[in-house]
């Protein structure tokens, strides 16, 4: 999926260009052509998921396609801190850069002068439910225009005791009008003012994205052909329990997981195109240590749960954050510290700037000499194999294989069955 399969005006394109998104997030996936549609919309999404602009985005849309009214804002968007007040509006100036779309928060702790007459010139308004009450007792505000509210953080605004003021500023709006709810938990008191306000809602949910507190985040910038040598030199310097390698495609899953078996680990893989007893050979073997290596595409990867996995390695990065943060999910386990690890190459869609946004994290740009990403052709085809002693030294790190040794030049039968 990519935002060009959304139809957005042109201006709203050049915002999200503005703002480096390149694909969309999973709530954005799921959330925008809903919006677009015109139906009310119950969003179950934290903060960090990129739901400000899966709300956004399709909002800047309809109001470029909608006449305003003079003197009163038709979008109403309510959050309950001051700073994700200020940091929702500061999203809309950003993708809405180029529409001339104006928006401004109304929060406490300011004047009331200032934003009483930004309330008259703004078509969106994000407000925190206590200043906007107070304006509206003041009769200093019009909401007779809204036409789409938004409760942002709901369960958070509940907690914080912000349900009565809620009640008083619906009551002002129009009774006509798109509703979308976003909340990070669905207790009972959400599902009540969700079934109060919402009109035959569309529920869209994502998983939690957060990252793992014990994973450290890496990554090479390299080339396509050098990612099988810079792989085999970074097993072989770090020490390693269960490694999970991630491939895009079944074909390249099997063909990796070979050569390194015929480098002399003990590697094994999964995907889509083998059997239920083949698969559970596999997953079995990884399990119990007699591969301490496993090669898999994202499909198959989904039932692996196996405690000792020390690093997790995109050997192709994946196509989108959640997909990313499924694999590194599975290091890093039961208390224990993982390490995540992406060899990026030109061929690779999602960028680490994604990542890094959508997740808040910083990760770690490595280098290793012979593997960079340069613009010329590699000279030497093979310069970048590791030394047999390095080898060597990957399968001494390792818990599981005090045979492997002996298995070294040439895979088990058991293995090539499995592989
Ligand atoms: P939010 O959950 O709306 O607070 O967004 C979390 C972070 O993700 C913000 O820094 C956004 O700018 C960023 N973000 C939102 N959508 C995308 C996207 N499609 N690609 C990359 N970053 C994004």
Redesign the pocket.
Known sequence: MT?TSFSFDRRIVDG?KA???????P??TQAIPQVLAGHDVMGL??????????FALPILQRLLGSRPTQNAPSVLILAPTRELAL?IND?FKALGKRTGMTSSVVIGGVGMNPQIKAFSRSRIIVACPGRLVRLINRGAVRLNAISTLVLDEADRMLDMGFMPDIKRIIAQLPKERQNLLFSATMPSDIRKLADKILVNPKTVQVARIAPVESVSHKFYKTQTDKKVGLLEKLLAKSEHESVLIFTRTKHKAKNLSRKLSNSGYDSTFLQGNMSQSQRQRALNGFRDGTFNIMVATDIAARGIDCDRITHVINFDMPDT?ETYTHRIGRTGRAGRTGNAVSLVSRDDKMHI??VE??M?IKMEQCTLEGFEQTDEAPRQKHAARPQASEKRRFNSNSNSNSKSNSRKRRPSRRRRAAA
Do not use: H
Not at 45 to 54: D, E, L, N, R, V
């Open positions: 935002f999200i703002c480096n998104y390149e694909t969309p997030t709530i954005q999404a934290q903060t960090g998921t990129g739901k400000t602009a899966a940091q999203n954050v700037s994604s946004r959508v808040r």
